[in-house]
Structures are given as C-alpha cells and as structure tokens.
C-alpha cells in the first residue's frame, strides 16, 4: 500500500521559514519523480516544485525563489523548505509521487498538511 505522509506544516509568521517533509512507502522511491502542489480555499491545485528522480529540480513559479526542494533517497523522504513567507502562501500542501512504467503513469497523493501564515 502507498502512503505519502506530509508533516511540518502549521502557523508561521509572515517572513518566516517552514520545511515540509513527506515520507514516502510502498514505492520504488528513487523511481519516482517528487512534487509539491498546493492548494488554497477557492483555488486550484498548483505546482510548487517537483524534484525528478535523477535529483533535477523545477518550479512551479508560485513560490519562485523562495523554496528549495531536496530529497533523501536513503529515507525515501522529500522536503520543502520555503522562506520570505507571505500571508497568500497559505494552503493545504500536498506530496505528489510519480513515476511510468510501461506508458502507464503512477500517481500518489498525501493527504496535505496545513500552513498558514499570518500577517
């Protein structure tokens, strides 16, 4: 069974720094390309960064600049590390995994967890 277990999230302070972490089983880890989405109250779903499995990095452009996204394959994990954080970063974030074999693709999700910042 796949679980994506996303953790840190919570209040911060605008200006302030937060690292998401999501823990991941029940995959071939380094297969798997890893993303952070986010989505806020009344808005769709959106890519924050994703860091492939041969470990290169995109953004998404909402957090542009202000988050690092890493990963540990020996702790199957993936982090989000986001700074300057400004009241409309709140969201629920998301972990993503993805991979394709055979052409057919691979899609986890975590359950989200919560940041808000507040001005």
């Known amino acids: 069974q796949v679980q994506l277990v996303e953790s840190g999230g919570g209040l911060v302070q605008a200006g302030g720094s937060l690292r998401l972490s999501c823990a991941a089983s029940?995959?071939?880890?380094?297969?798997?390309?890893m993303s952070w989405y986010r989505q806020a109250p009344g808005k769709q779903r959106e890519l924050v960064a994703t860091i492939t499995s041969r470990g290169t990095t995109i953004s998404g452009g909402s957090v542009k600049g202000r988050c690092t996204i890493s990963r540990d394959n020996t702790k199957n994990t993936v982090y989000l590390e986001m700074n300057s954080l400004k009241p409309e970063d709140t969201a629920v974030y998301y972990c993503?995994?993805?991979?394709?074999?055979?052409?057919?693709?691979?899609?986890?999700w975590g359950q989200g967890t919560q940041v808000t910042v507040s001005s």
């Open positions: 993503n995994a993805r991979s394709v074999a055979n052409t057919y693709v691979y899609n986890y």
């Open positions: 029940g995959i071939i880890f380094r297969d798997n390309a």
